[in-house]
T-cell receptor
Framework: NAGVTQTPKFRVLKTGQSMTLLCAQD?????MYWYRQDPGMGLRLIHY???????AKGEVPDGYNVSRLKKQNFLLGLESAAPSQTSVYFC?????????????????FGPGTRLTVL | DQQVKQNSPSLSVQEGRISILNCDYT??????FLWYKKYPAEGPTFLIS?????DKNEDGRFTVFLNKSAKHLSLHIVPSQPGDSAVYFC?????????????FGTGTRLTIIP
């Protein structure tokens, strides 16, 4: 199993350009997430999905859109990139938890996409 | 508003000694806590977790302690090994059916000195 994969690994954009980051998981997980990691900020949730065809906003959703057309894929789109979106983006997936006293199951992360917006 | 805080950006520990990483949280609704480990150019990987109904959870060299009254948790690594050098993130979640979001701290870079 490949786990969680992300495409591309690196990308440089000019301000105003658009792009889509692809996340794919082969673990049949219901839940998928997009995070960004910035120095001194930890990981912040952008958007997430609790199932095929559903998406929801996280902590920092502005400037991003997402789609979950297939259970195994979660796409993150930047319609008009800005320098403030320079970051490392991580995708993650998980199962719904079924264990008593456990409010979230383990999230499995992809290797990340390093995006620079000039 | 940083709900999960890791106040030490970095920590250096001699090989074989104990490493103690600390994490504080402000949201009393959090009821489940996790530690993730991250190597450069890789995604975070799950390390250990603890439910708010416990005050300690142990897994091999790794032990997490939770002090609910102080809203504080710590990760102990004993003995520390060179392969433990990484960035460690504390994360927290709250029970909410169908919504299993994690709130992460800013991370602590642990360096094990041979």
């Amino acid at each position: 199993n490949a786990g969680v994969t992300q495409t591309p690994k690196f990308r440089v954009l000019k301000t105003g350009q658009s792009m889509t980051l692809l996340c794919a998981q082969d673990m049949n997980h219901e839940y998928m997430y997009w995070y960004r990691q910035d120095p001194g900020m930890g990981l912040r949730l952008i958007h997430y999905s609790v199932g095929e065809g559903t998406t929801a906003k996280g902590e920092v959703p502005d400037g991003y859109n997402v789609s979950r057309l297939k259970k195994q894929n979660f796409l993150l789109g930047l319609e008009s990139a800005a320098p403030s979106q320079t970051s490392v983006y991580f995708c993650a997936s998980s199962r719904p938890t079924t264990r008593p006293g456990v409010s979230t199951d383990t999230q499995y992360f992809g290797p990340g996409t390093r995006l620079t917006v000039l | 508003d940083q709900q999960v805080k890791q106040n030490s950006p970095s920590l250096s520990v001699q090989e074989g000694r104990i490493s103690i990483l600390n994490c504080d949280y402000t949201n009393s609704m959090f009821d489940y806590f996790l530690w993730y480990k991250k190597y450069p150019a890789e995604g975070p990987t799950f390390l250990i977790s603890i439910s708010s109904i416990k005050d300690k959870n142990e897994d091999g060299r790794f032990t997490v302690f939770l002090n609910k009254s102080a809203k504080h948790l710590s990760l102990h690594i004993v003995p520390s090994q060179p392969g433990d050098s990484a960035v460690y993130f504390c994360a927290a979640s709250r029970s909410n059916f169908g919504n299993e979001k994690l709130t992460f701290g800013t991370g602590t870079r642990l360096t094990i000195i041979p």
